[in-house]
């Protein structure tokens, strides 16, 4: 499978800005998918994940209650809306998906992996 996370920029803290990543080369309602991201000198770190369905959604503790991950398996398409964001939540944002699905995942349960959208959020 393919990802290709577009929506990134440069924006105000306060600001909103929504992430889309787009899946190719396989049947997206196979796949538990994730939002992870990586500052400068900083790990790759997990932002937010979302299972087959949609039905289940679990969330880093930075971005619980700011950000939202959704999906439309028609449209073969998933999407973080973000909200509130902050200078910290500057980084590239990366979409990445598994056939698994981990409540609290590493970057390493993700076999597949987007090329990464700049998010940067300053005034």
């Known amino acids: 499978v393919q990802l290709q996370a577009s929506g990134g920029g440069l924006v105000q803290p306060g600001g909103s800005l929504r992430l889309s990543c787009a899946v190719s080369?396989?049947?997206?309602?196979?796949?538990?998918m994730g939002w992870f991201r990586q500052a400068p000198g900083k790990e790759r770190e997990f932002v937010a994940s979302?299972?087959?369905?949609?039905?289940?959604?679990y969330y880093s503790d930075s971005a619980k209650g700011r950000f939202t991950i959704s999906r439309d398996n028609a449209k073969n398409m998933v999407y973080l809306q973000m909200n509130s964001l902050m200078p910290e939540d500057t980084a590239v944002y990366y979409c990445?998906?598994?056939?698994?699905?981990?409540?609290?995942?590493?970057?390493?349960?993700?076999?597949?992996w987007g090329q990464g959208t700049q998010v940067t959020v300053s005034s």
């Open positions: 979302i299972s087959w369905s949609g039905g289940v959604t």
């Open positions: 990445a998906a598994d056939v698994k699905m981990y409540s609290d995942p590493v970057p390493g349960d993700f076999g597949s």
């Open positions: 080369g396989g049947t997206l309602s196979s796949y538990a």
